[in-house]
């Protein structure tokens, strides 16, 4: 069974900074993917970046990054050059398991 | 660009009746998903379709819920005999394959009162 641990309930971040969302992971898979969605306000869950065990770099999208670190098990989310709109509950997830989720508030 | 569409977008129904929620998932998508998010808590994944059968499921998916794809597109959940407990977000998602990304509908709101 997989379990993904988020730690941060609420982060703020000034507008124009970059945040991290920490994420960790537990599973016995060698072969894994790791997903960050973001979840507005209004409800829907959109996905945002994909990183797989065996991918030799860290997964990037536009503003967002992966910092993968495989030994230690963890996937944070850096999203760079924060926006107003960035502002939504991030969760990571793995195969079908969420993690708590981490609620991001861009100061303007 | 294809996306997950899921209807009704919110369903209002009486405790103990059934509901059934349905989804279009991405047309060259095989898996399928179900998950439920009780508001303001985490999402918590319900059950997983692959080749026209379950291929995981939660402690959550009990014998009160069935999914079914009863035609090439349509993939829904049903739910027997609501309770209070089951007012929630529930979203579908599709993906390519069991470790690519999945694809999330918009959700059903799904009130039981």
């Known amino acids: 069974a997989q379990k993904i641990t988020q730690t941060q309930p609420g982060m703020f971040v000034q507008e124009k900074e970059a945040v991290t969302l920490d994420c960790t992971y537990d599973?016995?898979?060698?072969?894994?993917?790791l997903f960050w969605y973001k979840q507005p306000s209004s409800g829907e869950m959109i996905f945002l970046i994909y990183?797989?065990?065996?991918?030799?770099q860290n997964a990037t999208e536009g503003r967002y990054s992966l910092n993968f670190q495989k030994a230690r098990k963890s996937a944070n989310l850096v999203i760079s050059a924060s926006q107003l709109g960035d502002s939504a509950m991030y969760f990571c997830a793995m195969r079908g398991n969420f993690g708590a989720g981490t609620t991001v508030t861009v100061r303007a | 660009e294809p996306e997950v569409t899921q209807t009704p977008s919110h369903q209002v129904t009486q405790m103990g009746q059934e509901v059934i929620l349905r989804c279009v998932p991405i047309s060259n998508h095989l898996y399928f998903y179900w998950y439920r998010q009780i508001l303001g808590q985490k999402v918590e994944f319900l059950v997983s379709f692959y080749n026209n059968e379950i291929s995981e499921k939660s402690e959550i998916f009990d014998d009160q819920f069935s999914v079914e794809r009863p035609d090439g597109s349509n993939f829904t959940l049903k739910i027997r005999s609501t309770k209070l407990e089951d007012s929630a977000m529930y979203f579908c998602?599709?993906?390519?394959?069991?470790?690519?990304?999945?694809?999330f509908g918009q959700g059903t709101r799904l009130t039981v009162v």
């Open positions: 599973t016995s898979d060698q072969s894994y993917g």
């Open positions: 990183q797989g065990s065996y991918d030799e």
């Open positions: 998602a599709s993906s390519e394959d069991k470790s690519t990304e999945a694809f």
